[in-house]
C-alpha cells in the first residue's frame, strides 16, 4: 500500500475543527491553552453556531485567542471579560457568549467581575484556565498557586503568613444561586480531553439556551512557568494540583 | 400637536431621552448626585416598551465595560456616574478609545479630589477634555447649560459617537443634574434593528456571518509598526472631528469690550452677570463652549483681538483657563475666577471679580 493510498479521504478519521485556523500558536510546548482551543472551535462548530459565536478573551498568554479561533472576537481589559460578556449577551440574547480567562484575569484582578456576572445568571459561559501562575508576565504567583510553590514572586514558595492560600472559586461559584452549571476538568490525557469537551459543550448550550451562568476550569499546565518539561508538567499536575483542585462537576442542574 | 412641556431634573431628562432616542442598554452604579438617572429608568421599565436593557451593575469598571462589550457589539449603550465614580472608569475609557467603541457616558460632577463632596463641581474638566485614561486619545466632551440640554445631547451623543466611532462623555454638574427645569422631551425614535446594527456597524462583533472575516474589537497591537499606524487612524479622526465638531453659544459678543468665558451650570450664572453689566453700561459677553473638546480654540482668539479682556469663570481652581490661554496666546490679559469647594459662586461675585481685575470703575 502507498501512501496516497493512506491518506485517501475515506480512511480520514480526524481533521482539527475549520474554525481552528492555520496560524501559528504562540504558546509553550506542553501549555493546555491549544487543546482548549481545540476543544471550543470543534464544540461551536458541532453545534452549528458559528454565525452567533462571540468569544471574550483576556488579558494573559489567550490574549490573542482571536488569532486562532475564526469566530468574532473582544479582547477584554485584565480581569473585566465577564462585564463584557454581560453586555454582549443581553443586547444580542441569542449569540453564544463565552469568555476565556487566565487564574490571574479571573480568580484575581477579575473576582468581582466573575462573582457578580456568575451571581446574576448571565447567560454566558466562562473558560477558566487555572496553571496556578502567571504565564504571560513571566512566571510570578498567582491567587491559584499552591501552597509551598515557587513562582518568580514567592521563589520561597508560597507561604501563609506573606501570600494567604490558594483561591478555589470555582467552588464558590458552585455556591451562587446563578450558576447553573459548574464543572473542573483537564485536558492532560485522551480520556480526560473528552469529558472536558463534554463540559464545554454543556456550557455553551447553557449560553445558547438561557439557562443561567456555566463556568468550566481546566487544571492547565505552564511547562515555562513551572520550569518542566511537557511530560514533568503533567505528572506535576497530577501529583499536586488534582490533590487541591479535584476534578468533576461540582454542580449541574 | 402642540409639544408637551415638563418639569423635570436633568438627570430625569436624560433618563426620558435615553429611551426616546433608541438607546439599547443603560449600565450603571448609584452615586450623588446623579442616581435619578438610573432610579427613573428602573421605574420606567423600558425594556418592556422599547426592548432598552437596563442593569445595576457591580462597580463603575464594570458599568464601563459593559459599555465597552455593547459598544463593540454595536448597540447605543450608556453609563452615567459622577466624579469619583468618573475616575474609576479611565482604564476602560481608554479601551474604547484604543478599540474604537460608541458610547455615552455621562458625568454629573460634583467636588474633589477623592471623595470629595457630593455637592456641584466642574473639577473634571482635565479629566475629560484630556483623555483622563493612557495613551494619546481624546473624547468628545459635551457640557450641557440647562435640563433641556441635558435632554437633547443624548441622541447628539450617540450621533456623534457612532459617527466617529469614539466615546462621547457628556460633562454635566450637580447644579445641571439636580435643578428642575421646564423641558420638551425629544421624540420616539426605535431601536435600530439587529439587521440595521449589522449593516451600520459592519466592524461590530456580532457574530460572524459566512463570507465575512471575523471582527476582533481590541486596543491591543503588539507590533511597533502597526501600533504607530493605528495611532496615526486615529489623530487623523481626532482631527476631522476638530475641525467638524466645534459647538459654541455667544450672547453679546458682536460689541463686547470684556468676555467671559464658561461652560455648563457656570455659563448660567455668567449669563444673569452679564444681564447686570449690560445695564450698567458695561460692554460684556459670554461665549459658551459646548463641546469642551474639541475645544473652540480658533473663535476664542478671533476674539481676543477684539476684546480688552477675557475672564474664564468656572466653578473650580482653573482648568478651562488654561484652553483659553492657549487660545489667546497673550494677546489680551486672561484671568480665573472659580470656587472649589461645592459652593456655587453668585453673579455677583463674577461681577466683581470682572470689574476688579480689569479696573472697571463704572
Known amino acids: ?253 | 400637536m402642540a409639544e408637551e412641556i415638563l418639569l423635570m431634573k436633568g438627570n430625569e431628562a436624560v433618563a426620558h431621552a435615553a429611551i426616546r432616542c433608541g438607546c439599547d442598554g443603560y449600565f450603571g452604579y448609584p452615586i450623588t448626585p446623579q442616581s435619578e438617572i438610573l432610579e427613573t429608568l428602573a421605574a420606567e421599565k423600558p425594556w418592556e416598551t422599547t426592548g432598552m436593557v437596563v442593569l445595576q451593575a457591580e462597580s463603575e469598571v464594570a458599568s464601563i465595560n459593559m459599555l465597552y462589550g455593547g459598544g463593540g457589539a454595536g448597540k447605543r449603550v450608556m453609563t452615567s456616574s459622577s466624579s469619583p465614580g468618573v475616575a474609576l472608569m479611565q482604564e476602560g475609557l481608554a479601551y474604547m478609545a484604543g478599540a474604537e467603541i460608541p458610547g455615552l457616558i455621562v458625568n454629573v460632577q460634583r467636588g474633589g479630589p477623592g471623595l470629595g463632596t457630593i455637592q456641584p463641581s466642574q473639577g473634571d474638566y482635565f479629566q475629560a477634555t484630556r483623555g483622563g485614561g493612557n495613551g494619546d486619545y481624546y473624547l468628545i466632551v459635551l457640557a450641557p447649560s440647562s435640563v433641556q440640554e441635558m435632554a437633547d445631547f443624548v441622541d447628539l451623543s450617540f450621533e456623534l459617537a457612532f459617527k466617529y466611532r469614539i466615546p462621547v462623555m457628556m460633562l454635566s454638574d450637580g447644579v445641571i443634574g439636580q435643578v428642575m427645569e421646564k423641558v420638551v422631551l425629544p421624540p420616539f425614535k426605535p431601536r435600530r434593528t439587529e439587521e440595521e446594527i449589522i449593516a451600520s456597524c459592519p466592524w461590530a462583533s456580532t457574530g460572524r456571518k459566512a463570507g465575512r472575516p471575523i471582527n476582533v474589537i481590541t486596543s491591543l497591537e503588539l507590533q511597533p509598526e502597526a501600533m504607530e499606524k493605528h495611532n496615526h487612524h486615529l489623530q487623523a479622526k481626532y482631527d476631522e472631528i476638530r475641525k467638524n465638531e466645534v459647538r459654541i453659544e455667544e450672547t453679546m459678543t458682536d460689541d463686547a469690550d470684556y468676555l467671559i468665558v464658561a461652560f455648563g451650570s457656570a455659563a448660567r450664572i455668567a449669563q444673569k452677570a452679564i444681564d447686570d453689566l449690560r445695564k450698567e453700561g458695561i460692554r460684556v459677553g459670554l461665549l459658551r463652549p459646548i463641546t469642551l473638546w474639541p475645544f473652540p480654540y480658533d473663535r476664542i482668539c478671533e476674539l481676543s483681538t477684539k476684546v480688552k479682556g477675557i475672564l474664564t469663570f468656572e466653578i473650580n481652581a482653573g482648568q478651562m483657563v488654561e484652553d483659553v490661554r492657549l487660545a489667546v496666546e497673550g494677546r489680551t490679559p486672561v484671568t480665573h475666577y472659580g470656587k472649589m469647594g461645592g459652593i456655587v459662586p453668585t453673579p455677583e461675585e463674577v461681577i466683581a471679580t470682572l470689574k476688579d481685575h480689569f479696573h472697571i470703575t463704572q
Request: a negative charge; charged letters at 20%.
Open chain 1, 1 to 253: 500500500m502507498e501512501r496516497n493510498d493512506i491518506i485517501a479521504p475515506e480512511n480520514l478519521v480526524y481533521k482539527k475543527p475549520t474554525l481552528l485556523n492555520d496560524t501559528d500558536m504562540h504558546y509553550c510546548p506542553g501549555c493546555s491553552h491549544g487543546v482548549v482551543h481545540k476543544l471550543i472551535a470543534e464544540v461551536i462548530e458541532e453545534m452549528g453556531i458559528e454565525e452567533k459565536a462571540v468569544g471574550v478573551s483576556p488579558v494573559g498568554c489567550a490574549v490573542f485567542a482571536y488569532k486562532y479561533i475564526d469566530i468574532d472576537w473582544q479582547e477584554a481589559a485584565h480581569g473585566r471579560a465577564p462585564a463584557i460578556a454581560t453586555a454582549i449577551k443581553r443586547l444580542w440574547p441569542d449569540r453564544l457568549v463565552f469568555t476565556y480567562q487566565g487564574d490571574g484575569d479571573l480568580a484575581c484582578i477579575g473576582t468581582a467581575e466573575t462573582i457578580h456576572a456568575l451571581n446574576r445568571g448571565e447567560n454566558i459561559a466562562i473558560i477558566f484556565i487555572n496553571n496556578a501562575i502567571y504565564g504571560m508576565t513571566g512566571g510570578q504567583m498567582a491567587p491559584t498557586t499552591l501552597m509551598g510553590m515557587k513562582t518568580a514572586t514567592c521563589p520561597y514558595g508560597r507561604q501563609a503568613d506573606l501570600h494567604g492560600y490558594p483561591l478555589k472559586i470555582t467552588e464558590i461559584a458552585a455556591t451562587l444561586e446563578g450558576t447553573c452549571f459548574v464543572s473542573r476538568q483537564s485536558v492532560h490525557s485522551v480520556a480526560a480531553i473528552r469529558k472536558a469537551k463534554r463540559a464545554i459543550r454543556q456550557a455553551f448550550e447553557n449560553s445558547v439556551n438561557r439557562r443561567g451562568s456555566s463556568l468550566v476550569e481546566i487544571v492547565s499546565t505552564c511547562s515555562s512557568g513551572w520550569k518542566k518539561t511537557p511530560i514533568e508538567a503533567n505528572q506535576w499536575m497530577e501529583e499536586h494540583m488534582f490533590e487541591y483542585y479535584h476534578l468533576g462537576d461540582l454542580k449541574s442542574i
